[in-house]
């Protein structure tokens, strides 16, 4: 996905090459992104703080950026992508499980009943997720979301859900590298669901991958050791967690944060609140007819009190409908 | 530390440039080594999984390496350095604490009580931890490491701590990275007392540290995020949470492991499980004279059951009094 900038000749009106500025030359690198606040605000954070000389130049290794991944990197609407694997996976360990059909929130999910599964909340969801995903070792589980992944599709797209990441991020993320930033995700999702595959999908390799986890145990099976999933949460990577995953997980607060969320809002505060050129933004799904309109009330990805921070302090709110231009992949084929 | 690689000119006998193994190239960068079977099992190692067409050949993303810091990297005795640490806390905080001065583990510190100390085991020094590294903002503690380390001298050798790190180790890491290995810290000592310094220490910045860590507390003063450091054990990256913390903080398997006491002993077992070519190597502390000599009944460090599987699987050991020609960088000056 890394674009070449380029420089001389496509800038109009300018006759000389040293006067074009990082700025401007770097406009194509994000060839998805409309012209407008969203992505000049990026351009302009990226000409400042890596240009040198420039008072807000920041030095590469401080060059840190976060992305949250559900709602901003990739679709998670009608379901988060995990919740829909923990429920196949419900679906195929029911035959080894029967007690499940009278048990909820199991039977909720054998029965399809939307009623149900809608308002399972957060405990119903860690119980399923516990259920589904402990006992197999680490190995086992990355090998079953591969093998769900490579034949899963998304219900109204019909495709694979690695397909449904948005090609402006997937353009952001990039520049941001060419231009030595480190990009990580800090997600709410689990971090085993996700670093099997986002160093593929995103350029994004496993150490660079913060998410919520499991206990793990320690065993030596015939003389092999391995690591057996637990049926316990050990971390919680949302709200507050993001900022406290960040310090555990990076040592360094980030220079730029991107999320989706009321989930991502203190990953934004604690990203905002370091010395020196900053950036924070928010994606706001707008966009019903290529993806999906949804903001303030919605049970999966709300943006309410993150939304009134970022217009109260002007954070970087970016518009899907009007400031992508493509929102997959796969529409630029 | 970093140390060029001699070339041709400095291989007698071999007159093509061309037919210069690298490893060969590469014995210079290991200066404070002396020639021997652990040397050369490193540069064995290095040759084997970096050049072109090896079979042994080690992709660059999978090049991660991973060390123990106490006893590996640094000096730990007569004490760990972070034990030092939390004693002269509790000395700073005893008159805010008046209590401790009838109350252990705290007594045994303020009255120097040799006998108490050596046998307050883990508990009593999580209790020291808890109450001398709590309350306090992460960026308060970090200031406080770096004024402590500042001032703080070690009792024999009468210098800074970050001093009595060892040249050798230094070198390696430096060939490592020169060969595109990521190196990482994997110690059971806490992450944030090695983060602010590591960098400049050990070339190693702060998001290539693991380490044990307590819970924190996100928490708005003055609408500006802190992140508060709470009595609370998160995870102790020791024995088999070493190879829990390897998952859980890069999801990678290294290639390479380095520790020298029991406690790496899961660390080094699950380096070895991986396919392809591995290397796990123990320091073993024999120098009486220039450090410590200690092993199997070590309060600290002890080198016992890992020292029986290094033997058995044929492991590299590093005989410190003999395979190092130096200890200390202050040596070289």
């Known amino acids: 996905m ?9 800038v109009a009106g300018i006759g000389l090459p040293a006067l074009i500025s990082p700025a401007r030359a770097q406009a194509d690198a994000l060839p998805s992104w409309n012209d407008g606040p969203a992505k000049q605000s990026i351009l302009d954070f990226l000409r400042r703080t890596t240009t040198g000389g420039s008072r807000d130049w920041i030095p590469v290794p401080e060059r840190i950026a976060t992305f949250d991944n559900d709602g901003t990197l990739w679709t998670e609407q009608p379901m988060y992508v995990q919740v829909m694997f923990a ?7 029911a035959g080894r499980n029967p007690q499940w059909r009278t048990q909820e929130p199991f039977k909720a999910v054998l029965t399809n009943d939307r009623d149900a599964l809608a308002t399972m909340g957060e405990k119903g969801l860690l119980e399923i997720m516990a259920a589904t995903h402990a006992g197999l070792t680490t190995e086992e589980f990355r090998q079953a979301v591969l ?19 948005y090609q402006p991020m997937l353009e952001l993320l990039a520049l941001l590298r060419a231009n030595q930033f480190k990009t990580y995700i800090v997600s709410g999702g ?8 986002t160093e593929r999908v995103y350029g994004i390799p496993p150490e660079q991958v913060v998410g919520s986890s499991g206990v793990t145990r320690y065993e030596l099976r015939a003389n092999r050791p391995v690591l057996l ?32 969320s009321d989930g991502d809002q203190q990953m934004l505060e604690w990203t905002a609140a370091g010395s020196g050129a900053r950036f924070m933004g928010l994606v706001h799904h707008t966009d019903a007819m290529r993806e999906y309109a949804y903001d ?3 049970p999966v990805g709300r943006l309410d009190t993150a ?22 992949p796969f529409e630029m084929r």
Chains 1, 2 share one sequence.
């Not at 429920?87 to 360990?93: F, G, H, I, P, Q």
């Not at 093998?147 to 990441?165: E, G, S």
């Not at 689990?190 to 595959?197: A, Q, T």
């Open 2 to 10: 890394k674009r070449r900038l380029f420089l001389a000749g496509t």
């Open 87 to 93: 429920m196949d996976r419900v679906r195929a360990l």
């Open 147 to 165: 093998d769900w992944l490579a034949t899963a599709r998304h219900p109204r797209f019909k495709r694979p859900y690695t397909d449904l990441v």
């Open 190 to 197: 689990g971090i085993e669901f996700m670093r099997p595959w």
């Open 229 to 260: 999933k637990e049926p316990k949460v050990q971390f919680i990577d949302d709200g507050p967690g993001k900022a406290e995953g960040i310090n555990q997980y990076i040592g360094r607060r980030p220079v730029l944060a991107f999320g989706n």
């Open 296 to 298: 303030r009330q919605s």
């Open 307 to 328: 939304w009134n921070e970022a217009v109260r302090r002007k954070w970087t709110v970016v518009d899907m409908k009007n400031d992508w231009k493509v929102i997959y």
